[in-house]
């Protein structure tokens, strides 16, 4: 994994000794919080509704064991003993003091992680998939120029103070498990017919109250013009992008105004000035990045694992585990392991307790090569794990209660925090999730039901991106009542689709029965093993619409 040169370490060192000063003025009253707002987000603090929360950066989802064991040291130390991965690959921390927040962030520092750009109208964290670099369907890895973005985006001045925050995802593997299609720039890498590498450039996605997916603008960019294509993008959204209105300040209205083919022209017009600048990336920079994302020294072992085999034979609930919490490796004998963070309704989706956090990064260097991930779905992932050590690990993790074997499956929700910490919720995401957790708790059902994706968002910036899950739940406030409108159809991936709403809202104890009625639609219309969303897309909305709202009728009758 990356390893920070002299220049990261001096840059952030230098934003550390900057904030530390910006916070003794705020605190002794000489910067007003309108004055310190900026300052802060730019720093990844937000203002919450019990205290500060600061989010920090993990590029791309990766750490290494010794940074996860600093998250797990301030969970300990300036948390409540835990910490939330989010969507964007990053971990919050919902409980800070402000005094104390420039102490974290040297401790961040020292340990070459930091919480610049997580928030405000800039580029945030660049993301890939969370397999990448050992996925079995993978073209190329993506982590060299997600890591290049990285640098090249962090504190670029011309950048920093958009019309409205910025997100870019890459991937390269057969199937696009990062979401790239909801991102502001999506970034599909692979190579063309002589074996160079390209890019399929995606411009205008973003969820929120006007979900849009991107739209392709630039087909086979050779990779040297990574960054002065992108560079093109940003300033032709700095340019026009609006200002006057943030809710209509995002790209995607940009584009959506001006018509894709409109957009283009101008970015090729923009590309024209700068893309033989000294921006164009060369071989030696691609090499000299590539060279911390060498493969690690994997051993010899066979395909099949017999060890492995004969545990799944005789152990039906470890058996179970492989089959949904584990991912194929590109190298014989390794796979990919998922660590649930949804074990049931008393959980929130997405937290991990200092302790169990400490433990995974014992395991990633007892089992693996010291690193681990973390999934848009908000889990954990080991990504170099030996067959032959399975079932070992396994036990392991069953009691640091990360062994649900519920990945890709209804209750792996994904769930925002929510009015529970979130000042701009409208409504509180977590209890309609321990509901809808509680009620289909039987894992029998779940892998009756098979792949279903379940994403709840508590207020219309969808950071739960209820838009693309296959049931998608929004918390609305209708005159001081919370309420959650459903929706239906939405996927992630390449083939990305905007769920659409079924109908009228439903009160907060109304909508696990709702979801009930959906899912019992799907289990009398699907054809063999059919999963849900082909269900929906086959049959369309109507029949999941009448029985829903029909039976509700029935049940206030």
Same mark, same amino acid.
């Given at each position: ?179 790239? #299609? @909801? $991102?502001?720039?999506?970034? +599909? ?11 399929? &450039?995606?411009? =205008? ?121 584990? #991912? @194929? $490796?590109?190298?014989?004998? +390794? ?11 008393? &959980?929130?989706? =997405? ?207």
């Amino acid at each position: 994994m990356y390893k920070y040169d002299q220049y990261d370490h001096a840059l952030v060192q230098a934003r550390v000794q900057q904030f530390r000063d910006q916070v003794e003025r705020r605190l002794s009253g000489e910067l007003s919080e309108e004055e310190f707002l900026p300052l802060r987000l730019q720093n990844g603090l937000y203002l919450q509704k019990q205290a500060y929360m600061l989010r920090v950066a993990i590029p791309y989802g990766t750490l290494s064991s010794n940074q996860l064991r600093t998250l797990s040291q301030i969970a300990n130390k300036y948390d409540k003993n835990y910490g939330h991965f989010t969507t964007r690959q990053n971990i919050q921390f919902n409980w800070i003091k402000l005094e104390e927040v420039p102490d974290i962030l040297q401790l961040l520092a020292n340990n070459e992680m930091h919480a610049i750009q997580t928030s405000g109208n800039c580029v945030r964290n660049i993301t890939t998939e969370a397999f990448a670099g050992v996925a079995s369907d993978e073209l190329i890895d993506p982590r060299p120029l997600a890591e290049i973005l990285r640098q090249w985006s962090t504190v670029n001045p011309e950048f920093l103070y958009l019309p409205r925050k910025f997100k870019i995802a890459i991937s390269s593997s057969e199937y696009d498990r990062a979401a790239v #299609r @909801s $991102h502001d720039i999506g970034l +599909y890498l692979y190579r063309d017919e002589y074996e160079e590498m390209r890019l399929k &450039v995606m411009v =205008g996605g973003g969820l929120g109250r006007t979900p849009i997916l991107n739209q392709l603008v630039r087909e086979d960019l050779p990779w040297q013009h990574l960054l002065t294509y992108v560079e093109a993008v940003l300033r032709v959204y700095n340019r026009y992008g609006r200002r006057d209105n943030k809710y209509k300040a995002r790209i995607k209205i940009l584009v959506k105004t001006l018509g894709v083919d409109a957009f283009s022209q101008e970015v090729e017009q923009e590309w024209e000035q700068i893309r033989d600048s000294f921006a164009e990336l060369t071989l030696a920079e691609y090499q000299r990045v590539s060279a911390n994302f060498t493969p690690p020294a994997y051993k010899k072992l066979d395909a099949i694992d017999l060890v492995c085999g004969s545990w799944m034979a005789r152990d039906n609930a470890f058996s179970t585990w492989v089959q949904n919490n584990t #991912r @194929s $490796h590109k190298v014989d004998g +390794y796979v990919s392991v998922i660590l649930s963070t949804k074990p049931g309704p008393y &959980v929130p989706p =997405g937290d991990v307790t200092n302790k169990q956090m400490s433990a995974v990064a014992d395991l990633a260097e007892q089992f693996g090569f010291g690193e681990i991930r973390v999934t848009h779905e908000q889990n954990l992932v080991l990504p170099d794990i030996r067959k032959s050590d399975l079932y070992t690990l396994w036990k392991i993790l069953d009691d640091l209660n990360l062994a649900t074997p519920n990945i890709g499956l209804l209750t792996d929700v994904i769930v925002c925090p929510g009015g529970d910490y979130c000042s701009l919720a409208s409504t509180r995401s977590l209890p309609v999730s321990r509901e809808i957790q509680q009620r289909f708790d039987k894992l029998d059902f779940l892998h009756e039901l098979g792949e279903l994706s379940l994403n709840i968002s508590g207020c219309v910036n969808a950071c739960g991106h209820h838009h693309i899950g296959n049931i998608g739940i929004l918390g609305v406030d209708k005159k001081g009542e919370e309420f959650f409108q459903i929706t239906i159809g939405g996927v992630q991936g390449k083939n990305s689709a905007i769920g659409k709403v079924i109908g009228p809202a439903f009160k907060a104890d109304e909508v696990p029965n709702a979801i009930d009625r959906l899912l019992s639609t799907y289990l009398d219309y699907r054809e063999q093993e059919e999963p849900f969303i082909e269900t929906v897309h086959r049959i369309g909305l109507l029949p999941f619409k009448e029985r829903v709202y029909k039976s509700a009728v029935k049940e206030s009758a």
